[in-house]
């Protein structure tokens, strides 16, 4: 009944009044407008205020509000921080670049023969993406563990006589265990573009002699492209913040930058410093994803 | 080998099909499979049937305040997210207004966020004004995390419906209320129910904004993060969790069988 207010509004005032309180202007904002707030007050401004502490300093509790780009040293500075932003990076993008690649057939597969089955399909491969997160990284504890199931299953065929230990609690298996969380919502942006060719572009480069191969690479792929690269920001950004797979199965090795993020969050640590730590990894972020688009534009600029 | 459209239809393209498959699914079967194993490890060969574990989940209270916790986060989520989407994607699906690209960016911007940016920020903003961490912060920080799913369920819901239907309606008569009820209403509720379920299945899972959010009332996710430290917790945590995947898998598919009926019935209408 939300959709209410904007309904029974339109009471004619005036003449001028009654024709914009009519407009699709005005009822479009109308409606939207209890969202919009609520997204502006528990979104944009909480990140506002994360921006805003990033460039203060705290002395134990007080906050002090001078400006100071002391946090951004230290968070860009410090050995440690460099590493976890570092290897947070390259494990993200190690995750989308796998993720995409072995993705891409399977969308393919579904958009061209998929048949009547095609939401089918999506759906089945979506499911498991659905189900608790913090699950499907703890059955990959229980896969790669050093009693888990991938040893104990090597041992009784005899294929090796002692457990391997290097199966778990490390980068390895934070990667593993990513792609199999974001599997298929990488699939969906590549299935919607790929649906979205016209099938007969590829009819008619085979006709002018491009072999499968060739036609993939000089059609379908290139027309396919925006949904590749929002397949991998829809990878690359979350998974850079991730906080549960690295802590649960990453070990040492595995630690990214969440870790540090939380820390200083918690316990009264440090909140400036948590701030500049997520406004950097934002940023990095955001500049490493544009740095892909363009990176991918301009390679399928070159095949064509 | 060729099929339509001149499109190759390879062989080994199934086979991969089908190990992607499985590499989605047989880590998530692992669970239920080792929650009626009659051992706390976890190994193959398994150790004999038992129901042992889950029967153990009804004596422990923690673990059902838990489960009540989460329901109740669910159900308010589900509630407001949903409330929040209609509106939000009634406006954009129906209306050309200045910032409409603008508006729909930021709500669904959650999908392109660290989550644990989400949460941090979330955090410091509910401690910074003085509110205590609650279950009430909990559900108003999934909310924004649960918009952008709730609204692309609703958008797609909206986006088929015929104006015309309505116009007829206010032509004839009826009131601007009257019209919502009696005919845009039974037209999108399958969206609106869909949209509900898939909010409250999220809730359910949700973890880091819960973890961050919730203080001293666990919701079920927070409280099996808990459990994990220890190994004797396992199994126990496995039985948990395997009715949490299966009431998962239920909810979706109603969801999505009641999503594609509506769709169904748009493009009849």
């Known amino acids: 009944m939300t959709a209410l207010p904007a309904s029974t509004i339109a009471e004619p005032d005036g003449p001028a009044r009654a024709r914009w309180a009519d407009s699709d202007e005005a009822k479009g904002l109308m409606l939207v407008s209890p969202t919009l707030l609520y997204a502006l007050a528990l979104l944009l401004l909480p990140i506002l205020i994360v921006f805003a502490y990033s460039f203060w300093s705290q002395d134990y509790l007080t906050i002090d509000r001078t400006f100071t780009l002391a946090n951004y040293r230290t968070a860009l500075g410090e050995p440690i921080y460099q590493d976890l932003l570092w290897r947070s990076l390259t494990i993200s993008l190690v995750v989308s670049v796998i993720t995409v690649t072995v993705s891409y057939p399977i969308a393919w597969f579904i958009s061209f023969h998929g048949g009547i089955h095609k939401n089918l399909w999506l759906f089945l491969i979506t499911v498991p993406c659905w189900t608790s997160y913090l699950l499907r990284v703890m059955s990959w504890k229980v896969i790669l563990g050093y009693q888990g199931v991938l040893n104990t299953g090597l041992m009784s065929t005899g294929l090796i006589d002692k457990p391997v230990t290097s199966l778990l609690y490390n980068s390895n298996a934070v990667v593993i265990t990513l792609v199999h969380s974001w599997a298929a919502f990488a699939i969906l942006p590549i299935f919607v573009s790929l649906e979205k060719i016209d099938r007969s572009l590829i009819e008619a480069a085979h006709d002018l002699g491009d072999n499968k191969f060739r036609s993939f690479l000089r059609v379908t792929l290139p027309l396919s492209l925006p949904g590749v690269i929002s397949a991998f920001l829809i990878v690359i950004i979350p998974t850079v913040g991730d906080y549960v797979t690295p802590k649960l199965v990453g070990g040492k090795d595995g630690v990214m930058i969440a870790t540090a993020i939380q820390a200083q969050f918690g316990k009264g640590a440090n909140w400036p410093l948590g701030a500049a730590l997520s406004v950097t990894t934002m940023v990095i972020v955001s500049a490493m994803a544009g740095a892909v688009v363009l990176a991918l534009k301009f390679f399928v600029r070159r095949i064509r | ?269």
Request: hydrophobic share 55%.
């Open chain 2, 1 to 269: 080998m060729s099929g339509r459209h001149g499109i190759a239809k390879s062989r080994w393209l199934p086979a991969y099909v089908g190990l992607y498959l499985a590499f989605l699914y047989l880590p998530i079967l692992l669970l239920p499979i080792f929650s009626f194993n009659n051992a706390a490890a976890t190994t193959f060969p398994l150790a004999g049937f038992t129901l042992k574990w889950y029967a153990s989940l009804w004596s422990n209270t923690v673990m059902l305040e838990a489960a009540r916790n989460s329901l109740f986060v669910g159900v308010c989520v589900a509630i407001l997210s949903t409330s929040l989407g209609i509106c939000a994607a009634r406006a954009i699906t129906r209306y050309r207004f200045r910032g409409r690209e603008a508006a729909n960016g930021l709500l669904m911007a959650p999908l392109f966020l660290p989550e644990i940016i989400v949460a941090v920020s979330l955090l410091m903003i509910i401690l910074q004004i003085g509110i205590e961490l609650s279950l009430a912060t909990v559900i108003f920080g999934q909310t924004v995390f649960c918009l952008p799913y709730a609204m692309s369920v609703l958008t797609s819901g909206f986006e088929g419906f015929d104006r015309s239907l309505e116009e007829a309606s206010l032509d004839l008569g009826e009131t601007a209320f009257g019209t919502f009820r009696r005919v845009t209403l039974p037209v999108v509720a399958p969206a609106i129910v869909s949209s509900l379920l898939v909010s409250f299945t999220i809730s359910l899972d949700e973890f880091i904004l819960a973890f961050f959010l919730s203080g001293t009332e666990p919701t079920l996710p927070v409280y099996i993060w808990g459990q994990l430290r220890f190994a004797a917790k396992l199994p126990g945590v496995l039985a948990l969790g395997s009715i949490m995947i299966a009431l998962s898998i239920t909810l979706l598919t109603v969801a999505e069988i009641i999503r594609r009926r509506a769709e169904r019935r748009i493009q009849g209408a």
